[in-house]
């Protein structure tokens, strides 16, 4: 690349949400051989449009990159694209609209434009990054390439978390638990973290707690379910956590858990949250689906059957049994740091990123 490129990456997200770190990861790696600029998604969609169109008019870069399959980037970019040379490239992590049709929240014209989103960003676009392995098969296409979701190695990392533990009463317990949004699906009567109280249920005769870091609307009817089993002291709701001190709160839990449904929406994902647990050393129980299931060892995968599985959270509490009999917990810390160096570190993902750079900037 030289110097003179100038390259725009525009977030379908605000500073402070996983894409927005991920645009300064590839930012902060791109800016050695090129002019470098990062545009949020800080207005409404209809307003990030305009403001994301303004700027690409003004800078003319040579590429730009969106990140995230969303209304904002991808028509302010391919817009642009029809009236200049500019080249587009679409970072996706989600098989959207059979993600939007699962959760089951959108009517069907709503469905439709989050078809019509997606087919006109895959087509358009002049190079697809998707951030896991079994979404590349599903995108009809050449010019795509697998860069997952990362970490960044000074951020992220094993810490003692003594103290924090005797703080929040978690001395001489197993922690189980995991970090994400609690947003509640009326079409399922469950959100993100559910399992992890039938989970508490099952093992509420032994040393045991759980802890959710995160909030959203399902927050509050986590809580009363767990009021309502008689489990209530068993788990710790710690909200929402600044990224910047994520990674100590990550330490507080001995097993962290992954949870992917096997159907499509599942099996395309690598999830933003796997790497962070494998950086700061966590021992990591992931349902056997997408990017889990090919860099974890088997000790740490679980069957999940199908979009919805009941017998998944006894599954679970059965794994959880044996490991609090043996010594996996400790010796996966290391394991957990090896994988997430090899897999999923921003200085080894950033190198894949330049290779579809160069592969484009040749007809930019």
């Known amino acids: 690349m030289q110097r003179s490129r100038t390259i725009v990456l525009l977030v379908n997200g605000s500073e402070s949400s996983p894409m927005g770190y991920r645009a300064r990861a590839f930012e902060k790696a791109l800016r050695e051989d090129a002019r470098v600029l990062v545009e949020y998604r800080n207005q409404s969609r209809l307003k990030s ?14 590429i730009v990159y969106v990140l995230d399959m ?17 080249k587009v490239i679409v970072d996706t992590g989600d098989a959207i609209y059979e993600l939007a049709k699962a959760v089951g929240e959108r009517g069907r014209i709503g469905l439709g434009l989050t078809w019509l989103l997606e087919r006109i960003g895959i087509v358009c676009a002049d190079h697809i990054v998707v951030r896991g392995t079994e979404h590349k098969a599903l995108m009809g296409r050449d010019a795509v390439t697998v860069i997952q979701d990362g970490f960044e190695s000074e951020s992220f990392c094993t810490l003692d978390v003594t103290e924090l533990r005797r703080e ?4 001489e317990v197993l922690t189980v638990g995991f970090v994400g949004s609690l947003t509640w699906s009326s079409k399922s009567g469950r959100c993100y973290g559910s399992e992890l109280i039938e989970v508490l249920c099952e093992l509420r005769d032994l040393p045991v707690k759980g802890i959710i870091i995160g909030d959203g609307s399902g927050a509050p009817k986590l809580r009363a379910q767990a ?6 002291d068993k788990i710790v709701f710690l909200g929402r956590i600044p990224y910047e001190d994520l990674s100590r709160y990550l330490c507080l839990i001995d ?5 992917q449904t096997n159907d499509v929406p599942g099996r395309v994902r690598t999830t933003g949250k796997l790497p962070l ?3 700061t050393g966590r021992f990591i129980l992931a349902s056997r689906v997408g990017e889990a299931a090919r860099v974890l060892p088997q000790e740490m995968l679980v069957d999940y059957h199908g979009s919805s599985d009941p017998q998944y959270p006894k599954k679970l509490a059965t794994r959880i049994r044996t490991l609090l009999r043996g010594d996996s917990i400790r010796k996966g810390s290391l394991q957990s740091r090896a994988i997430a160096a090899e897999n999923f570190d921003y200085a080894v993902l950033t190198s894949r990123l330049k290779g579809v750079i160069r592969s484009i900037e040749g007809y930019a």
Do not use: M, W
């Open 49 to 62: 449009i305009f403001t994301f169109r303004n700027l690409l008019s003004r800078e003319r870069p040579d």
């Open 70 to 86: 969303g209304y904002s980037g991808v028509i302010a970019a391919l817009a642009h694209k029809l009236v200049s040379r500019t």
């Open 168 to 171: 929040l009463q978690l001395e």
């Open 227 to 232: 009021r309502q089993l008689g489990i209530e």
């Open 255 to 259: 097993v962290c858990l992954s949870t």
């Open 277 to 279: 647990y494998l950086a």
